[in-house]
Structures are given as C-alpha cells and as structure tokens.
C-alpha cells in the first residue's frame, strides 16, 4: 500500500475517531429496533402498504421478505435521469421475482447543471444537494425498508442520496445508474464553436447546432464533469455492482444489471446472512479509495465539497489537506475531457472501471481490505459485466489499456500526480485543479480585474479590457452570499484571452463546473467576500499569485494598505429573489465554508 495514502487514511481514521464511533452506535442501535415494519403500529402499517396486493401484504406483515424502498430523482430536464422514468416498475419486477417486495418510497428533486449554467437558478444548484438529503429522508422516514435502492447520477443528486442513505445507514442500500448518453461530436470541438462565439465569430445558430449535435439523447453527458465523476466515486466505493457506470441506457447489459443490482438489494438485509449496511461499506478506507480514484482520473473539483459532506454523514472527517497530500502522490492515469480529448465512452472503451481499479489496486493506491455491495474486497470490482446468451455474468477485466491514449499504466501515468492542489494564503483556502491545464500554466501572478457578478466579464472581454496578463476576481459568489453558482460560462473568454498568449486566471468565492478545467482557477476561496473575506478587500491592479506547486494563493497588498481600505458590501437582494431563490434566504445562512462540505444539513441538535 502506498506509505502516503496509508498515513493519510490513518490520520482521517484519528481525526474521525469520535464521530465515526458515534455514528456506528447510532446506525447499531437503529439496527437493533429490528425489521422497522415490526415495530410499526397496526395503523402505520396499513397505510404503509394499503396499496399492496393481499400476497405483498401477506409478506410485509410476516416480516419474512425484504421490502425494498426506492429512492428516484427520475426527470425530463436531465438527459442522464430521463431514462430513470421506467425504472420503479423494472425493479419491482425484478425483486418480486425472488419474492420479496419494492415499493417506490418517494422522489427528489434533481437540477441539470447544463441547463441552469450561467443563470438564476444555478444559485440554487450546490442547496439542491441537501434538499436532495432532505427529501430522500422524507420518503425512507416511512420506517417500512430493509433495504434501498437509489436512484441518481448528476451532480449535486448522488452526493445529496449518499448523505441520505448514510443517515439511514444501518440500512443497506445499492446505487443504480442509468449510463451515458451515446458520443456525439467530441467536447473540444464543442468547445471551440463555444470560444468562436464568444469572439462573435460564430452565430447562435452555429452554436446551437453543435450543442445539439454534443447533447443529442437520453443519457448522462460524455464529458468528465461531476456527474461522471460521481458513478465513478460511488462504483469505487463499492456501492454499484462492479462495471456498472458506464454502460449505455438502453442496452441488454443495462437492463440485466439494473435487474441483478434489484436483486442483490434483497439479499443484503439484515432479514439474511449477508448484511452489509451503508454505514459499514463507507468507512475510511473506501471515502479515501473515492478520492483516490477521483484524482488518478482528474475527476470535478465539486468534489472536493461533495466527498467532505458525504463522509461526514458517516461520521468521517476530511479536509482539503488529505486531498493535497493524496493528490501529491496520485498518478494521472485517465485522460478524458476537460483533461484530454476522449469522453466517457471512448473510457470504457479503453478499459472502463475495470482497468482503473485493477491498475490503481496493482500499483499500491487503492485499499484491497472494504466492504461492498458484493462483500469483501475491492478486487471483486476488477471484473466487467457481460452478458452472454442472455445471461448476465462477470469476466476478468483487461490487464492492458486498450487505448493508451486514454489510459495509462502506473509506470507511465499521464502525469506523477492527481493535479488537485490546496491553496492558502493570506486571500484564505480554496482548491484549483491542475490536471487539465497546459504545462506551467498553474503560477500566474498578474494584476487583479475585480467583477461581482459573471454577468459583467462579458462587456469587460468585448470592451478588450482583459486582453493583458490578469487574474479575474469573481467575489460575492460564496455558499452564504448566493448560493456558490458553478462560473463555468467564464471558461470561453478566458480560454479565449489564453490562447491569445496571456497569463489569465480565476480567483473567486465561488464554484467551478466539474467541465471546466482549461484556465487556472482558484475556486472555492474561503472566508468568502460576505464573511469580511479578504477578497471583499481587492482592488483592480493589486497583484495577486496563484502557485499549485507552493500551494498559494496571495494578495501582494501591504497590511497597512489593506488597513486603510473599506469594504463596501455588495447589495444581494436582486441576487436573492427570483426562480425560487427567495425560497432559500434560510438554508443559506446555514451554509457552512466549502472545506467543510458548504452544507445548511450538519448542524448539532
Ligand atoms: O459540474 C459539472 O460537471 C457541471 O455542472 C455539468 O454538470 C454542467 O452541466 C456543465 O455546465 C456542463 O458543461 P457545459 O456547460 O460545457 O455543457
Ligand atoms: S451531466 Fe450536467 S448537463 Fe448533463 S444531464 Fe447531468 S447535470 Fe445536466
């Protein structure tokens, strides 16, 4: 096992010593109160299944068979759950197929990034997690499940499930992804119409016409954003069947392992001899196995919020220095967009889950010893799903990369480390990621251009205002002022102003897309400008440094400068209504700071 990952692993089992006990008695002693349908009154029970047929009733009543609860973020407006619409009665069959019984225990919401991105409602994005956490409690609080299963692939949704269903989490539960979309034409080119129109190069038509040839049907997006990034964290963990992520929607191996993952949620209760709760798969070693695997692939820096919050909802403290510290002895071993050419598909092409895990186990990077949906041991997840004549079974994965374009050995890796970087200094902490930038462009220390909304760089990019060596500050973006929206619209000018030869960068309170990755940023930046951050303080010109390799981000202002200088806070209250945004004024206040997971839902009692 590689000595640094170990110690970190040990320093997180350390810091979590007291919460992760607490957690494991609390999951214990709801798990002692036995099959929940057993201590519910007569009345609760008969309205938790008066629509049952008299034969499920029969087996809920005799507490014998497992009841399944399932959990869906199922919608029209994200082309990566759309495919979730037929899935609750797919599953129902497939369990009472063995005999037990599924009920469809309540929805959640779930945003499509792509849609909000660049507008009022992305202010609502990174809440919609906890809401997602909220929700799904809402529907497993009927109290009438031996198992879960969930049913979520982008962004915020199977972070907010997993936090859910480690809150339940003497429970087991099984994650069910639906897959990618089919490749379209490949993301740099979408990018580069993207950068043509925003040098007023191209028309709307021109650009419509590629995202749609990009975005074209059901599925998840091909890029390595968060969504993608999220079925490959929860896969690694152990809380997929092994292969499961990135298998096409409306596949015969897609639905035979949606029909198998239904199965197997009924035979890990604690009504049989093979439980194996959530709160035991997710411990330490698996978060860290999580991380690990979101480094060697250049995975979405919203992970570095979402693993914080999904560990700490089993008890498990980690911060930005684990991540660093793992990041520095990471191999890059995947190169698919933002951080190469080739998109998910062309991946799982190459070797799909499969050969990541058996490389990384290979090499020393990933814990062997956890638990998971499939029982002991990760190298179980070494094995890719196939079907053959009609039958579902798992063969040994590739021992060789089948593009070595797209994926590299241990020995060769893309890059000696996972390019995700903690910065501090004197602005505060924030996270920049490194693996999809050009060589050197991780230092820029250029003269600062300060904007308070995204919606003014474009004025500032057409004017040629930014057409020079500069850092582009975006404050009053943070968790407490306005939701942090993810600033990914930023990414055409400012790759257009790097490509011209400038030295740009980004330094804001607020978020990144997992898509964007092309420009330097500094993101995530804590106290934000609404909590007397130093970033309310900087003006246009101060110089600001951005250093990965020292791990920095600073003001170059003198103490006694920044003494004289008086903040005026920016006035939020347009910022604060519409789409809904009023409806959040008080989860906001709730937000805590980004390296704790910039959550409203960890709060003591
Ligand atoms: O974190 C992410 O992965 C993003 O939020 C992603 O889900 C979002 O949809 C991007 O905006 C897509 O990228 P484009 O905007 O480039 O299509
Ligand atoms: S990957 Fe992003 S853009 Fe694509 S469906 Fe999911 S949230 Fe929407």
Known sequence: ????????????????????????????????????????????????????????KTDLTQLTKANVGIISSYNDMLSAHQPYEVYPAKIK???????????????????????TQGQPGMDLSLMSRDVIAMSAAVGLSHNMFDSGIMLGICDK?????????????????????????????????KARIRQLYAQGKVGRDELLESESKSYHSAGTCTFYGTANSNQLVVEVMGLHLPGASFVNPGTELRDALTDAASVQATRITDLGTEYRPVGHIVDEKSVVNGIVALLATGGSTNHTMHLVAMAKAAGILVNWDDFDALSSVTPLIAKIYPNGEADINHFQAAGGMAYLIKELLRGGFLHNDVTTICGEGLDKYTQEPIVRDGKLMWVDGPDKALDSEVLATIEKPFKADGGLSALSGNLGRAVIKTSSLRPGKATVKAPAVVFESQHDIDAAFNAGDLDKDCVVVVRYQGPRAV?????????????VLQDKGFSVALVTDGRMSGASGKVPAAIHLYPEALDGGLIAKVQNGDIIEICAEKNIVHLHVSEEELAKRIVTVKDLTEDREGMGRELFNGLRQAMTTPEEGASCVFHEA
Do not use: W
């Open 93 to 115: 069959a497939a369990i009472e197929n063995v005999g037990s019984v599924a009920q469809f225990a309540g929805g959640v919401p779930a945003m499509c990034d792509g849609v």
């Open 1 to 56: 096992m590689n000595s640094v990952i170990q110690e970190v692993t040990n320093t997180i089992i350390e810091r979590s010593k007291v919460t992760r006990a607490a957690y494991l008695a609390k999951i214990e002693k709801a798990r002692l109160k036995g099959p929940h349908r057993g201590i519910l009154s007569c009345g609760n029970l008969a309205h938790g299944f008066a629509a049952c047929s008299p034969q499920e």
């Open 483 to 495: 939701g942090m929206p993810e600033l990914h619209k930023l990414t055409p000018p400012l790759s």
């Open 157 to 189: 949704i199977v972070p907010g499930l997993v936090m859910s269903a480690l809150t339940f989490g003497h429970l087991p539960f099984i994650f069910i992804p639906a897959g990618p979309m089919e490749s379209g034409i490949p993301n740099k080119e």
